[in-house]
C-alpha cells in the first residue's frame, strides 16, 4: 500500500547548527503538508506544498517539494530551542484524496 | 473561536471495558477525523469522515466505531477496551481539498 516514510527518525542538533529531513513517498502526491508537534502538544500545519519543485520558506524554515511529487525536504537553519519537537510530513492518499497519511515524523532535540 | 475539542483529555479503562472519545469543531468543516499516535509511528488514521452521515475506514479501523452526529460532532468508540488500544488519540477537521489539519488536544487513553 501508499507510504510515507521520514529520515531521519531523530535528530540531535547542537544549538546554531542547520540540519535537514525528508520525506519520501511510495506514490506521486499532488501535495504534501508538514506539520509540527511541540512535546505534550497536538500537530500544528506549518505549510502545504502544491507544485512540482516548489520552494517555500518560513523565516529559518525552508521546505521543498521534489520534481516528481513523490519527496519533500523541510531545511532548518541556525537551529533554536524552540524548534524543539516532531515534524511530520503527510500526503493524502490516492484512493481517497480527503484522507492524509503521515510519516513516522522526525523528533527533533536542541542542545544548547 | 475553540477549534477542536476533544474530552476526555485523560482515561484510564481496564481490558474489556468500553467508552466513547467525543469530538466537537466550530469551524464548520466538512471532513472530520480520527487518527491515534503511538511513539515512533507517527499518527495513524483510525476513521474518516468526509461529511455528515458518511463515514470511511483509515489503516487501523479494527476494534473501534465512529458516528457523525452532526457536521460538528465526531465520537470514537472502544466497545472492548483492549492493551493494544493504549495510546494517545487526536481529532482533526478540515474543509476537503488538501487544506490544513486542525487537530485537537488529543485523548491519552491507557488500557490495564
Known amino acids: 500500500g501508499q507510504q510515507v516514510m521520514q529520515i531521519p527518525q531523530y535528530q540531535h542538533v547542537q544549538e546554531g547548527e542547520d540540519f535537514t529531513t525528508y520525506c519520501n513517498s511510495s506514490?506521486?502526491?499532488?501535495?504534501i503538508q508538514w506539520y509540527k508537534q511541540r512535546p505534550g502538544g497536538h500537530p500544528v500545519f506549518l505549510i502545504q506544498l502544491v507544485k512540482s519543485g516548489e520552494v517555500k520558506k518560513q523565516k529559518r524554515l525552508t521546505f521543498q517539494f521534489g520534481e516528481a511529487k513523490k519527496n519533500s525536504s523541510l531545511h532548518i537553519t541556525a537551529t533554536q530551542t524552540t524548534d524543539v519537537g516532531t515534524y511530520f510530513c503527510a500526503g493524502p492518499y490516492t484512493d481517497s484524496w480527503g484522507k492524509f497519511q503521515f510519516g513516522a515524523g522526525t523528533q527533533v532535540v536542541v542542545t544548547p | 473561536n475553540a477549534g477542536v475539542t476533544q474530552t476526555p483529555k485523560f482515561q484510564v479503562l481496564k481490558t474489556g471495558q468500553s467508552m466513547t472519545l467525543q469530538c466537537a469543531q466550530d469551524?464548520?468543516?466538512?471532513?472530520m477525523y480520527w487518527y491515534r499516535q503511538d511513539p515512533g509511528m507517527g499518527l495513524r488514521l483510525i476513521y474518516y469522515?468526509?461529511?455528515?452521515?458518511?463515514?470511511d475506514k483509515g489503516e487501523v479501523p479494527n476494534g473501534y466505531n465512529v458516528s457523525r452526529l452532526n457536521k460538528r460532532e465526531f465520537s470514537l468508540r472502544l466497545e472492548s477496551a483492549a492493551p493494544s488500544q493504549t495510546s494517545v488519540y487526536f481529532c482533526?477537521?478540515?474543509?476537503?481539498?488538501?487544506?490544513?489539519?486542525?487537530f485537537g488536544n488529543g485523548t491519552r487513553l491507557t488500557v490495564t
Open positions: 482533526a477537521s478540515t474543509n476537503p481539498r488538501g487544506s490544513p489539519l486542525h
Open positions: 469522515s468526509a461529511s455528515e452521515g458518511t463515514t
Open positions: 506514490t506521486t502526491l499532488s501535495n
Open positions: 469551524m464548520n468543516h466538512n471532513s
